[in-house]
């Protein structure tokens, strides 16, 4: 996120503790990044040591106060250690950004998967949410407004095929979201999600995937023209933090371009909007 496009939000969060997992790269980074430069103490959980190195380094330079921990948020221990840090540090947490998720390269019929990928890909996209939101609560019951965010994608609502396992954990996020957003309320702790369309990550190189000859239909297969980018994350993660949605629970902000109100919409490379199949010349057949 730009200095410039943070103007109007600089100190929106100042003072406050915000705790964000898999903060070394992509959007957790940029999330961090832009807690940080509003005014937050930021704590990062990363599991990768020079992702960790890396993020330490830029949160000093911008002066942001912080404590990056080289941990594994699907490894209980290591999320009790970190809370018992953040609570001898400064004894509540206001904001805790559940960002971990990962597809795991699992990229293929459901039929051809195993048990072993799906404890994987649970620990990693569902399991780590319950035990950092378990492990946080006592904290946050004495943070100030305090705010949970929780990272589901945009496949949370409609099919994606090929990652069954995948999509149904991050689904799960959106279920346990609402309801303990219910549970919080009398407390005044707010629980929402974000869920991004495709972004461009160290996880997800769009951009390297799609053959150069096909890159300029990218303006026409999303609606508002590109793929995301992590300060899009970012914004809402931001907005979500502080009291501008401080009347809003139990709910998930789509950050999908336009794409899940597209449906099965596309435009032509004239720009023309169909829900048809399109036949070009090289896909016709002779
Ligand atoms: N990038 C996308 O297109 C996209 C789309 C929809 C949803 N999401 C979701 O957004 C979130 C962030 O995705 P991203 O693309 O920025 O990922 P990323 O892989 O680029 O970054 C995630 C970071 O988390 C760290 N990490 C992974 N497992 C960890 C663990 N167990 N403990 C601590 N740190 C860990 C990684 O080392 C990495 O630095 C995920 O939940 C992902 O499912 C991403």
Redesign the pocket.
């Known amino acids: 996120m730009t200095e410039t496009s943070l103007e109007g939000m600089a100190d929106s969060l100042l003072g406050k503790i915000a705790l964000i997992?898999?903060g070394?790269?992509?959007?957790?980074?940029a999330i961090a990044l832009a807690y940080g430069r509003c005014g937050a103490i930021v704590v990062v959980?990363?599991?990768?040591a020079g992702?960790a190195d890396n993020i330490r380094a830029e949160l000093d330079a911008a002066k942001v106060t912080n404590i990056v921990a080289c941990?594994?948020?699907?490894d209980a221990d290591a999320v009790d250690s970190l809370i018992a840090k953040i609570k001898d540090g400064f004894g509540r947490l206001d904001i805790l950004v559940n960002?971990?998720?990962?597809?795991l390269g699992v990229h293929k019929p459901f039929a051809e998967t195993t048990r072993a990928e799906w404890s994987a890909l649970y620990g990693?996209?569902l399991e780590?949410i319950f035990l950092m939101t378990h492990a946080a609560l006592p904290l946050l019951r004495k943070g100030e407004n305090a705010s949970i965010i929780n990272?589901?994608?945009?496949?949370a609502f409609r099919g994606i095929p090929n990652f069954s396992v995948y999509s149904a954990f991050?689904t799960g996020i959106t279920g346990f979201t609402k309801s303990l957003a219910l549970e919080l309320a009398p407390e005044n702790i707010r629980v929402n999600a974000i869920?991004?369309?495709?972004?461009e990550?160290?996880?997800?190189q769009?951009l390297k995937w799609i053959p150069e000859e096909h890159q300029h239909m990218v303006k026409r297969w999303m609606p508002l023209g590109r793929y995301?980018q992590?300060d899009d994350?970012a914004g809402a993660a931001l907005f979500l933090a502080s009291s501008l949605s401080s009347w809003i629970t139990g709910t998930t902000i789509n950050l999908d371009g336009g794409a899940l109100a597209a449906g099965g919409w596309r435009q032509t490379a004239d720009g023309t909007w169909t829900n048809r199949p399109v036949i070009t010349a090289h896909a016709h057949k002779a």
């Open positions: 997992s898999g070394g790269a992509g959007i957790g980074r959980a990363e599991k990768d992702r941990a594994d948020v699907t960002n971990v998720g990962d597809f990693v996209n780590h990272v589901s994608t945009i496949e991050k869920a991004p369309e495709t972004t990550t160290e996880q997800i769009i995301g992590p994350a």
